[in-house]
């Protein structure tokens, strides 16, 4: 079974900043990876997937980028709406990492 | 607009059993793979079940396999879970959510319903 692992837990940023998660898989899987984001009360929402294609209606200033077992998802700068929870996703065995918190500084 | 509700939460006793629905609308939901993923509270996300368009395939986690049963009916528009011997650990908001695409299954889910939850308690 693959494993996902997300780092860091929390992510404490301003808006205006860069912020770079990442997800690790306990072995390949290729680019099949996605990203979702999920805001308090609200259920998540597909941001990226296969590693590095926006979702419909994503902003561009959010990046998904990696292969093989290390994922980076970037958001380039951050706008007050971005901050929430964010988890990678692998589709072999349908897997969610961890999730990483980002908070307002 | 592409809509997935869900209804069918609510308190039930371990052992107990409990049958969540989800209506879809503003799509050909005949064409689309469907999904359960829960999230206990305060936890992350766990996926739960899949069933392809027609029901040929379907998938469940080890954590539900042998209790939950998936079905659809395209007729209805609408998605199913039956949960039986039903324990605290499935606890938690259950979401249904769409294949992102129709014409190969991605397992990436887009977009989600709202949730509704589930209390397993005595």
């Known amino acids: 079974e693959i494993v996902l692992t997300q780092s860091p837990a929390t992510l404490s940023l301003s808006p205006g900043e860069r912020a770079t998660l990442s997800c690790r898989a306990s072995?390949?899987?290729?680019?099949?990876l996605a990203w979702y984001q999920q805001k308090p009360g609200q259920a998540p929402r597909l941001l990226i997937y296969?590693?590095?294609n926006r979702a419909t209606g994503i902003p561009a200033r959010f990046s998904g980028s990696g292969s093989g077992t290390d994922f980076t998802l970037t958001i380039s700068s951050l706008e007050p709406e971005d901050f929430a929870v964010y988890y990678c996703?692998?589709?072999?065995?349908?897997?969610f990492g961890p999730g990483t918190k980002v908070d307002i500084k | 607009e592409v809509q997935l509700v869900e209804s069918g939460g609510g308190l039930v006793k371990p052992g107990g059993s409990l049958r969540l629905s989800c209506a879809a609308s503003?799509?050909?939901?005949?064409?689309?793979?469907m999904n359960w993923v829960r999230q206990a509270p305060g936890k992350g996300l766990e996926w739960v079940s899949s069933?392809?368009?027609?029901?040929?395939?379907?998938y469940y986690a080890d954590s539900v396999k042998g209790r939950f049963t998936i079905s659809r009916d395209n007729a209805k528009n609408s998605l199913y879970l039956q949960m039986n011997s039903l324990r605290a650990e499935d606890t938690a908001v259950y979401y249904c959510a769409r294949d992102r695409m129709t014409t190969v299954t991605t397992n990436w889910f887009d977009p989600w319903g709202q949730g509704t939850l589930v209390t397993v308690s005595s």
């Open positions: 296969d590693a590095s």
């Open positions: 072995q390949s899987v290729s680019s099949y």
């Open positions: 069933i392809s368009s027609s029901s040929s395939y379907i």
């Open positions: 503003g799509f050909t939901f005949s064409s689309y793979s």
């Open positions: 996703q692998q589709r072999s065995n349908f897997t």
